[in-house]
């Protein structure tokens, strides 16, 4: 039973930046795929990016293309989520989550996640 646990939400301002950061346990990151979503107070969750086992190929949402990265450190069993040039409605509860695929595969999407996390709250304000 894999465990993931967010950290690294906070309060910023806009245009400021944070790091989320996602441990990984009870198996090896290297064999699934991950992808962060979040959810804002009355909204649908929304994938947000994703990268794939082997860190080979990462896909991003049109509203975070160019600020997000997504990043991935299998030996350590971390994702990461970086984020730049924050906005305010950028402001939610941020979740990764893991799918199981091939080992250090290239493939990556939002659909049929087998474990999330809890999630870390990241608000955006003046």
């Known amino acids: 039973q894999l465990s993931l646990v967010e950290s690294g939400g906070g309060s910023v301002q806009p245009g400021g930046s944070l790091r989320l950061s996602c441990a990984v346990y009870?198996?090896?990151?290297?064999?699934?795929?991950i992808a962060w979503f979040r959810q804002a107070p009355g909204k649908e969750r929304e994938g947000v990016s994703c990268?794939?086992?082997?860190?080979?190929?990462?896909k991003y949402t049109d509203s975070v293309k160019g600020r997000f990265t997504a990043l991935r450190d299998n030996y350590q069993n971390m994702a990461y989520l970086q984020i730049h040039n924050q906005r305010p409605e950028d402001s939610a509860v941020y979740y990764c989550?893991?799918?199981?695929?091939?080992?250090?595969?290239?493939?990556?999407?939002?659909?049929?996640?087998?474990?999330w996390g809890k999630g870390t709250l990241v608000t955006v304000s003046e």
């Open positions: 989550a893991a799918d199981r695929t091939s080992s250090w595969d290239s493939f990556c999407d939002f659909d049929g996640m087998d474990y």
């Open positions: 009870g198996g090896t990151l290297e064999e699934y795929a």
């Open positions: 990268i794939s086992s082997n860190g080979a190929t990462t």
